[in-house]
């Protein structure tokens, strides 16, 4: 009865948020709920010609459609037991009222069940937003009795219930070794260095030689070397083979068998939980209670950044400025998402010069200079990703002491402004970074170099501001973890915006560079009608950027000021 009660605020909340929020602000819901739907309808879109073009291909058609289906289980699987992880150091250790929950008459297994519930119905989004429309396309593809779609629910209940009890088992292993605040960091750079080490693996393996028809005896070698993902060890293995039984396919195993694995694993993984938490859990949780050891006084490098930003900007937002570099660099969760970053250039560049020019039809200076066009436009897009990590969330960083600010002398203004200038030059040193080597490698003209330096120079303020700006709109002060609330309504309608911003700069200065460039292919003066549109395309482009400043801080110092 108690873990019923322990779920009941649970529950309640999530109603709450669900029909109030959405009765209150309707059109965000509406909005957002579109935005769901045309992402799930590209994702369904694009698996069901995949799964088509797999017919097509005599002999093997069925096999790689088998195969893209275990893959995209372990994957699925994988981001799980992951999210589980991050879900459970939160719900189980860290959240604000477990002090209460602890204090109440209730047993620890009751307690731990009921949390454990909380990081369950916490994680399994992501299999309804990503698995889902491939789910639908093989049935789209396959055409299957009502079996399959019976399974397919309870097999990932099944999946969900096996990834929440490995993840929340090696949680409660790990911070039974560290404390709970130390553990997040582990996993946090653990999980960074995985990630960036598997997608260097992947780019340097060139999948897209595989597109090669010439390359056939390399596709079966390929595909010999998917069987390391058919382990029968594996619970993948157990509910791609039981969904593939119920598509009409012949299997080793019968469909029941396969079912009562994937079952019998997840009943264990929850008996063995409650059991291990008995004598592993209140421990942990006590850790997690001990406060970090402080510091001494500040270093001499800590001591001359305070003087450089008092001079520079003033006592007051100087101040400010060096608390959030001071809180960037104490975080492990935000510093060392800069490994990341560092792998994303990497690859970022790498990719450039896996291309392959030397089968290209076009005539070479021509496609250089073109794909260093639109690298401007792909170099914004990065910007804009990387803004909405940590520009976006730079005013709700605040948090509950914002009321401090809003006593203080510092205005609204001087405070978006400062946290402008704090990310505008970081932003500006990434962009160039991405778009001058990229053109080196290219092996550009000067002209096309000194186009993309000067529109980085331009979409970078427009889309920091636009950061701050929407930022500062969409506060949420309340937020325990920083990292979600660019996940948000108003971190979605910040990568809409910033996409059609740098879209739209990119799209007015296509037309004069094609002209520029097609005269210079085909040996032709420019004439001074063209150089008139040239320098009218790029001026409007210029206007805008200076209009989505000018308004991006505006509308965020307003939605400061009236704030309550």
């Not at 372990?74 to 002090?99: A, E, P």
């Not at 400025?321 to 560049?349: A, C, E, H, P």
């Not at 203004?413 to 704090?422: A, D, F, S, T, V």
């Not at 609330?485 to 809409?496: D, E, I, R, Y």
Request: hydrophobic fraction near 55%; charged fraction near 15%.
């Amino acid at each position: 009865m108690l873990f019923f009660v322990l779920l009941k605020p649970k529950i309640t909340g999530f109603r709450n948020k669900v029909f109030r929020s959405a009765g209150k602000h309707r059109n965000r819901a509406i909005v957002l709920g579109f935005l769901v739907f045309c992402f799930l309808a590209v994702l369904f879109g694009l698996s069901c010609r995949i799964l088509l073009s797999f017919q097509s291909v005599e002999m093997i058609g069925d096999f790689l459609a088998r195969k893209l289906l275990n893959m995209v289980l372990l994957t699925l699987f994988s981001l799980l037991v992951f999210s589980h992880i991050i879900s459970g150091l939160s719900n189980l250790y860290l959240s604000n009222d477990l002090g209460f929950c602890h204090a109440a008459p209730v047993s620890i297994q009751e307690l731990f069940a009921a949390r454990a519930v909380h990081t369950v119905l916490d994680s399994s989004w992501m299999l309804l937003v990503f698995g889902f429309p491939v789910f639908m396309a093989y049935a789209y593809v396959y055409r299957p009795g009502a079996s399959f779609y019976v399974s397919l629910v309870h097999l990932n209940l099944a999946m969900i219930f096996m990834a929440g009890g490995i993840g929340i088992m090696l949680i409660m292993a790990l911070v039974s070794i560290f404390p709970a605040n130390r553990t997040r960091d582990i996993v946090v750079l653990l999980s960074l260095l995985m990630g960036i080490a598997l997608y260097v693996v992947f780019r340097v393996l060139k999948p897209e030689r595989l597109m090669n028809p010439d390359a056939f005896f390399s596709v079966t070698e390929y595909l010999s070397a998917l069987r390391g993902t058919d382990s029968p060890y594996l619970p993948t293995r157990w509910i791609s083979e039981a969904l593939w039984g119920t598509l009409g396919h012949r299997t080793e195993n019968s469909v029941l068998f396969n079912c009562g694995l994937a079952w019998s694993t997840a009943g264990a993984l929850a008996v063995f939980n409650l059991w291990a938490a008995g004598s592993l859990y209140f421990d942990g949780f006590s850790k997690s209670q001990e406060a970090k050891r402080r510091k001494g006084e500040k270093s001499a490098m800590v001591r001359a950044l305070d003087r450089f930003l008092f001079r520079v900007f003033g006592r007051e937002m100087g101040a400010i400025m060096g608390k959030d570099i001071r809180t960037f660099f104490r975080d492990n969760t935000q510093w060392s998402q800069l490994l990341l970053l560092g792998g994303l250039v990497v690859v970022y560049l790498y990719n450039f010069t896996a291309l392959p020019f030397d089968m290209s039809p076009v005539r070479l200076d021509f496609l250089q200079n073109e794909l260093a066009f639109l690298n401007m436009g792909l170099a914004g897009f990065v910007v804009a990703a990387v803004s909405a990590r940590f520009v976006f969330p730079a005013v709700s960083a605040e948090g509950r002491a914002y009321w401090i600010i809003q006593c203080s002398p510092l205005s609204p203004k001087r405070l978006i402004w400062g946290k402008h200038l704090l990310f505008f030059l970081p932003m500006l040193v990434l962009a160039e970074v991405l778009v001058v080597l990229t053109n080196v490698l290219l092996e550009v003209s000067s002209f096309t170099m000194v186009l993309s330096v000067v529109t980085m120079l331009f979409l970078v303020p427009g889309i920091v501001s636009l950061g701050i700006g929407l930022g500062a709109r969409y506060p949420e002060f309340g937020s325990e973890n920083i990292a979600k609330v660019a996940t948000g309504f108003g971190g979605l309608v910040f990568m809409t915006i910033s996409a059609l911003f740098v879209a739209t700069v990119i799209l007015l200065e296509a037309g004069p560079v094609y002209w520029l460039f097609s005269a210079q292919v085909d040996g032709k003066e420019v004439s001074a009608l063209t150089w008139f549109l040239v320098a009218f395309s790029f001026f409007l482009a210029m206007a805008l950027s200076v209009f989505v400043l000018y308004r991006s801080m505006k509308t965020g110092c307003r939605a400061l000021e009236d704030y309550e």
